[in-house]
């Protein structure tokens, strides 16, 4: 859920999500709608605002539903929490948040059952484009677009 405050300030709750290690208990996770565009293709996925990743990164699932042929894009190799190192494949595309214009950004997709099936908002593209305040007492996370950024 989104509402949008006097200042152009996007604010989101926090989401319930069930832990998998035990299903009884529920964990408040800073996930959020986004849209994503490739060429004629548009489609809405669930994204966790990640301040300690450093790339914006998305489920190879969501890169086909969107048309793209991953493995075309540059390869990257990320190291994760696991310190294992992964390719992810990347491409270009639009990212939509509700009332704001379309962000160019060069995103990672990876076949890795660790990233949900949406995928992590990371430093480069999304912290770059949105100052954002995580709020968890309140349940609350605002985003703002930052001023004088290029957009389309």
């Known amino acids: 859920m989104c509402t949008t405050l006097s200042n152009q300030a996007m604010r989101y709750?926090?989401?319930r999500i069930r832990s998998k290690q035990d299903p009884n208990i529920v964990i408040l996770e800073p996930i959020i709608p986004v849209g994503l565009r490739y060429k004629d293709k548009r489609l809405v996925v669930t994204a966790l605002i990640d301040s300690g990743a450093e790339l914006c990164l998305f489920h190879s699932s969501v890169g086909k539903a969107l048309g793209i042929d991953l493995h075309s894009g540059r390869e990257e190799h990320i190291k994760?929490?696991?310190l294992d190192v992964v390719p992810?494949?990347?491409h270009k595309i639009q990212?939509?948040?509700r009332g704001e214009?379309?962000?160019d950004m060069e995103v990672g997709?990876?076949?890795l059952d660790l990233i949900p099936d949406g995928g992590l908002l990371g430093q480069q593209g999304f912290f770059d484009?949105?100052?954002i305040r995580f709020q968890r007492?309140?349940?609350a996370i605002h985003i703002t677009r930052r001023k004088g950024w290029k957009t389309r």
């Open 88 to 90: 992810a494949y990347m």
């Open 80 to 82: 994760g929490i696991a």
């Open 13 to 15: 709750k926090y989401q």
């Open 129 to 131: 484009e949105f100052d």
């Open 109 to 111: 997709f990876m076949e």
């Open 101 to 103: 214009p379309a962000i």
């Open 137 to 139: 007492w309140q349940n």
């Open 95 to 97: 990212l939509v948040l």
